[in-house]
């Protein structure tokens, strides 16, 4: 079941590979949030992995792996369908593999761009909730108040996107999306949701991790 989200700090990379490639797999450091009240140490490992690595994984999330269907199953026909280059609700980009990526979202918990997004709001709630539950509990790491601070005072970005790969375009050996930094302190990514054909076993989440370099998260 995929009842996880994954949490970086300052830098988050996703690359969708249409052809396969060679990779080094890396564990991402799991934190299962159903622990944080009867775990005294939690949070100062948490903290401590997140600041040594850059990013985390939180499980045991109620009822994640139902929300998230909910969220993703049908978005990407609904994007496609209701596009309409006269509005901004739904926004179109032609990645380098020629496959296209159609994007809706919101900025501090106001309702999504799209019709297509309603029902995300309990995989919002749930995110919203895990990282409240995380991010302003009680400690007393003083590098976590400082987080605390710097997120409770910070603009709320959500992105809901849909990678198609459309039979009539051209296929090229790029890959879809290139390694980036994504701008912001924190990022939160729910496992991606694949429909239709298989993904190719390069497909995924790639990450640069300071100790193997760059490696597909598992």
């Known amino acids: 079941k995929m009842n996880n989200i994954v949490i970086s700090l300052l830098i988050l990379h996703l690359l969708i590979h249409q052809t396969v490639q060679m990779y080094t797999s890396c564990e991402l450091p799991k934190f299962d949030i159903r622990n944080i009240n009867n775990d005294k140490d939690f949070m100062n ?33 609904c994007m496609l369908r209701k596009y309409n280059p006269d509005n901004n609700e739904i926004i179109k980009a032609q990645m380098d593999d020629n496959s296209i990526r159609y994007t809706i979202g919101s900025s501090n918990r106001l309702p999504i761009s799209s019709s297509c997004g309603l029902n995300s709001n309990n995989l919002r709630l749930s995110i919203d909730h895990t990282l409240n539950t995380l991010f302003h509990s009680n400690v007393t790491n003083n590098e976590m108040k400082s987080m605390n601070e710097l997120i409770s005072s910070n603009h709320l970005i959500e992105h809901l996107h ?57």
């Open 45 to 77: 490992n948490f903290i401590e992995t997140l600041k040594n690595k850059g990013f985390v994984q939180i499980v045991g999330i109620s009822s994640f792996n139902q929300y998230r269907i909910e969220a993703l199953h049908g978005l990407s026909d």
């Open 162 to 218: 849909s990678f198609t790969p459309l039979e009539y375009y051209n296929q090229t050996n790029e890959i879809t999306l290139r390694m980036h930094v994504d701008e912001g302190v924190m990022i939160a990514m729910t496992s991606g949701y694949y429909q239709g054909d298989e993904p190719a076993d390069s497909s995924g989440l790639y990450l640069l991790d300071n100790q193997i370099g760059r490696c597909k998260a598992k």
